[in-house]
């Protein structure tokens, strides 16, 4: 059982910047891929970029060349570096990790930005 928590979350108007991570629980090193999705209100969650536990990267089209996503398996962390935010950006953000079989979940953390 990995046990995911996300900080980082809060405003920033529009072109701002924010940092989020992910720390677990457990050590990620046999954690094969985590990712990064969003919830905006009245919308389906969405991924929003996923990271090997190599570090190759992929990104939503929305998010690409804007978002920066990364890990640090010795500190059982992932980080979504967030830049020219926009207010569609505006989201509860959560991180997953999958491994052994099972998909884990963060309880989620609030980004709002606005115009």
């Known amino acids: 059982q990995v046990q995911l928590v996300e900080s980082g979350g809060g405003s920033v108007q529009a072109g701002g910047s924010l940092s989020l991570s992910c720390a677990a629980s457990?050590?990620?090193?046999?954690?094969?891929?985590m990712a990064w999705y969003r919830q905006a209100p009245g919308k389906q969650r969405e991924l929003v970029a996923a990271?090997?536990?190599?570090?190759?990267?992929d990104y939503a089209g929305s998010v690409k060349s804007r978002f920066t996503i990364s890990r640090n398996n010795t500190k059982n962390t992932m980080y979504l570096q967030m830049n020219s935010l926009k207010p569609e950006d505006t989201a509860v953000y959560y991180c997953?990790?999958?491994?052994?079989?099972?998909?884990?979940w963060g309880q989620g953390t609030q980004v709002t930005v606005s115009s």
């Open positions: 997953t990790a999958e491994g052994g079989g099972s998909l884990f």
């Open positions: 990271i090997t536990r190599s570090g190759d990267a």
């Open positions: 457990a050590s990620i090193f046999t954690i094969n891929a």
